[in-house]
């Protein structure tokens, strides 16, 4: 069985910046694309970013590119999310996941695993 763990989350004011981390347990954790979603109230779970398992290739919504950064260090089996330049638009529960292929998904139905999320909160 998987577990994902995200930390990182609080409150922040706008162009400031988090860092999300993901710890991941289980085997070959190199062997599978990892996500970062996030959910706003009253609004359906969104991509954000993603990574290839060998961190090879990436994928970003328009919303935060240029201002997130995903990474993995398949070593300790954890992702990255760094957040630049927050503004109160990425206010939101931000889930990691697991999917089932070595690709980016940007697909949430494409994923088996899912952390609990942790909140982000930014003020203007």
């Known amino acids: 069985q998987v577990q994902l763990v995200e930390s990182g989350g609080g409150s922040v004011q706008a162009v400031g910046s988090l860092r999300l981390s993901c710890a991941a347990s289980g085997r070959a954790f190199s062997d599978y694309s990892m996500g970062w979603f996030r959910q706003a109230p009253g609004k359906e779970r969104e991509f954000v970013a993603g990574i290839s398992g060998s961190a090879g290739a990436s994928a970003y919504a328009e919303s935060v590119k240029g201002r997130f950064t995903v990474s993995r260090d398949n070593t300790k089996n954890t992702v990255y999310l760094q957040m630049d330049n927050l503004n109160p638009e990425d206010t939101a529960v931000y889930y990691c996941?697991?999917?089932?292929?070595?690709?980016?998904?940007?697909?949430?139905?494409?994923?088996?695993?899912w952390g609990q999320g942790t909140q982000v909160t930014v003020s203007s």
């Open positions: 996941a697991r999917s089932r292929f070595f690709f980016v998904r940007r697909n949430p139905t494409e994923y088996d695993y």
